[in-house]
């Protein structure tokens, strides 16, 4: 009988043991199983405390009743020896937590009745996940590169508690991503620990950060402020007309007859020293550039020539140059239209309706004219108006007599003198021998 009751209460025990479902726990960031059992864990913590992490053993069956006991493991002697005695359990004895923990192994012993149980759990303090963030030049003008050095070395070793064999836990990133803070927040995300600017330099200074996530999905940052070094040229063109009068602006291209006066206005950023180049040779003791550290000077150039036909394009440029020796450059273009000259054939003088009373030319019928003198006649060479000067300020013929009375309706001619400033004379080699006339026939109706 005794050796039946012997298997029956070694029976029971097993089933009280099996019966019994416990594990060691804990609210970490990351857990897995150990390299070397699947039934000891790892459990790993972000945080910058090297006491920071916590484990807790329960049984699930919440039958309570067990006595608890924390070691450490001890890895001179390979062996769980080392008691700990500050933890605490819950009223019904079901579950045990232990606090404030330093890397390393750890075991609890359950006890109940006459049933034993022992579990192991490594946890590891991920205090030493960091990451450098340096700049490789601060001052080169063409490139921002960062470059980021991590440090993934957990310098943690966890032990085969049968075999005393060890092995380091291995970290490695998971993803990098960046943050480039100054006017605006700027994010690129799934980077990798280096960065090169592919586009212009930063023209604010710059807070730099990257973000390294690693496999357990701990995160740590570095960040730099970036001192901008760099110019952006940039200015605008405004003409200006015979009374320097703005008429029209741009920031790329400017287009009219010539000639054309041009103010330049700098809109450049954290430049120091400037050099206006207008892009013509001297012309009327013009100066072809400019040299200043005033931001605020604006010079004005007039561009005279232009070529028959096409016309002619003139690039001017700004050279920007920053505190730094960095520098960068503007352009625009002034198109000068070629020479160009269309005369009416009829007017109306003094016929009721106050239209086309003045034989005169249309604005956009005569372009880039340098020289124009015009005489008109009637059919007996009498002289009836003349004028000499600037095209502009041509008032036109009236339909009088040199001013004095209305001439009468009929046929009249006219001869001009006429050159363009792409060198363009308007002539008739046949009339009266000569070479740089222009003549044509205008008829006068009163229609009264």
């Not at 966890?158 to 803070?181: H, I, M, V």
């Not at 209305?406 to 008739?428: C, L, P, Q, R």
Request: charge should be negative; proline fraction near 3%; include cysteine.
């Amino acid at each position: 009988m005794r050796f039946v009751y012997n298997i029956v209460f070694t029976f029971l025990l097993f089933l009280i043991h099996v019966d019994v479902s416990s594990q060691i726990s804990s609210t970490a960031d990351f857990s897995e199983k150990s390299w070397y059992s699947v039934t000891d864990s790892l459990h790993v913590f972000c945080t910058d405390n090297i006491s920071g992490g916590s484990l807790f053993v329960s049984d699930s069956t919440l039958r309570g009743g067990y006595t608890f006991q924390w070691f450490k493991y001890n890895s001179l002697a390979n062996a769980f020896d080392i008691p700990l005695p500050s933890f605490t359990f819950n009223t019904d004895s079901s579950r045990s937590d232990i606090n404030n923990l330093e890397s390393g192994g750890y075991k609890v012993v359950l006890t109940k009745a006459d049933t034993i149980q022992e579990y192991v759990a490594w946890l590891y303090n991920n205090v030493n996940l960091s990451i450098d963030l340096q700049i490789i030049d601060p001052f080169d003008c063409d490139l921002l590169e960062l470059f980021g050095t991590p440090n993934f070395n957990t310098a943690f070793l966890t032990y085969n508690p049968l075999t005393g064999d060890n092995k380091e836990l291995a970290n490695s990133k998971k993803t990098y991503s960046w943050k480039f803070e100054s006017e605006g927040e700027v994010i690129i995300p799934e980077y990798d620990y280096s960065y090169t600017s592919t586009a212009v330099l930063p023209l604010e200074d710059t807070k730099c950060k990257i973000i390294l996530i690693d496999r357990f999905g701990c995160t740590t940052s570095d960040s730099v402020l970036y001192t901008a070094i760099a110019t952006k040229a940039a200015f605008t063109l405004v003409q200006l007309d015979r009374d320097g009068n703005e008429v029209a602006s741009s920031d790329s291209t400017l287009s009219d007859e010539a000639p054309m006066t041009v103010r330049f206005v700098n809109k450049s950023k954290r430049g120091a020293d400037f050099v206006w180049f207008f892009g013509d040779s001297l012309v009327k003791k013009d100066l072809d550039y400019v040299f200043t550290s005033d931001i605020n000077l604006q010079p004005e150039h007039t561009y005279y020539y232009t070529e028959k036909i096409t016309g002619k394009k003139y690039t001017a440029k700004l050279n920007s140059t920053s505190e730094y020796g960095c520098k960068d450059s503007a352009y625009a273009t002034i198109n000068l239209q070629a020479s160009k000259l269309e005369f009416p054939n009829v007017f109306s003088p003094n016929n009721g309706d106050d239209k086309n009373n003045v034989f005169k030319l249309d604005p956009e019928k005569y372009k880039s004219i340098r020289s124009f003198k015009i005489s008109i006649f009637n059919r007996t060479g009498q002289l009836m108006h003349e004028y000499e000067g600037d095209i502009h300020d041509w008032p036109g013929w009236d339909g009088t007599v040199r001013g004095r009375g209305d001439a009468s309706e009929g046929t009249y001619f006219f001869v001009v003198e006429v050159t363009g400033w792409d060198g363009v004379v308007y002539n008739n080699d046949k009339l009266n021998g000569k070479t740089d006339s222009y003549f044509g026939f205008i008829g006068l109706y009163r229609g009264k």
